[in-house]
């Protein structure tokens, strides 16, 4: 099925602890981005990438570094794992073509004890 | 920091009633877009509505925009209890080109 999908679905991490989220889109999307989400804040921008080969920072970009691997994989690493990372994580791809939207995974739900 | 804002916060009806939801933003947009998210899942994308648009329609979804207060409705007409979802609004502002998501509003239709 064409779409987003991101793995792991669910991670418990330890305080310190790096890991890796990873993200994969088969819609020839050119734009790849990745949100958190936590309780009474929405959706937040952590980073994105316009085109292969670029990243940009989010609103909220510290403690989290990215890598768009080529056209359909976009990497979100946590280098040392903290609560406040406690999160759901989206990946999202969009295409130039805005009346579609954002295509969203299904989340990754990461805790960090 | 949030663009759009939804409001109400959560809203409760029952089967075959309408659902409206406003959204409300600060800065200038070029277009404005809402999502559905059920429980445990990723966003879905409902409805796009350009700046120069006032009013669009997708099946039972209405959407209105009103540039000058800078607010956007999302109406359901005739709910059933699979629209059970929150409803996020979201804004491409101009200048930028990522989307800026709202809180969120929680619909819960009960049969």
């Known amino acids: 099925n064409a779409g987003v999908t991101q793995t792991p679905k669910f991670q418990v991490l330890k305080t310190g602890q790096s890991m890796t989220l990873q993200c994969a889109q088969d819609?020839?999307?050119?734009?790849m981005y990745w949100y958190r989400q936590d309780p009474g804040m929405g959706l937040r921008l952590i980073y994105y990438?316009?085109?292969?080969?670029?990243?940009d920072k989010g609103e909220v970009p510290n403690g989290y570094n990215v890598s768009r691997l080529n056209k359909r994989e976009f990497s979100l690493r946590l280098e040392s794992a903290a609560p406040s990372q406690t999160s759901v994580y989206f990946c999202?791809?969009?295409?130039?073509?805005?009346?579609?939207?954002?295509?969203f995974g299904s989340g990754t739900r990461l805790t960090v004890v | 920091s949030q663009q759009g804002e939804e409001d109400p916060q959560a809203l409760s009806i029952q089967e075959g009633e309408n659902a409206t939801m406003n959204c409300s933003y600060k800065?200038?947009?070029?277009?404005l877009q809402w999502y559905r998210q059920n429980s445990g899942r990723g966003l879905v994308h409902l409805i796009l509505?350009?700046?120069?648009?006032r009013e669009k329609h997708s099946g039972r979804l209405r959407v209105t925009l009103d540039t000058s207060k800078k607010s956007s409705s999302l109406l359901i007409t005739a709910s059933r209890a699979a629209d059970t979802a929150s409803y996020f609004c979201?804004?491409?502002?101009?200048?930028?080109?990522?989307?800026?998501f709202g809180k969120g509003t929680m619909l819960l239709v009960s049969p």
């Open positions: 999202a791809s969009s295409s130039p073509d805005i009346f579609y939207g954002y295509t």
């Open positions: 819609m020839n999307h050119n734009s």
């Open positions: 990438s316009a085109s292969e080969g670029t990243t």
């Open positions: 800065t200038s947009i070029n277009n």
């Open positions: 509505i350009r700046s120069n648009e």
């Open positions: 979201a804004t491409d502002r101009s200048g930028y080109s990522t989307l800026t």
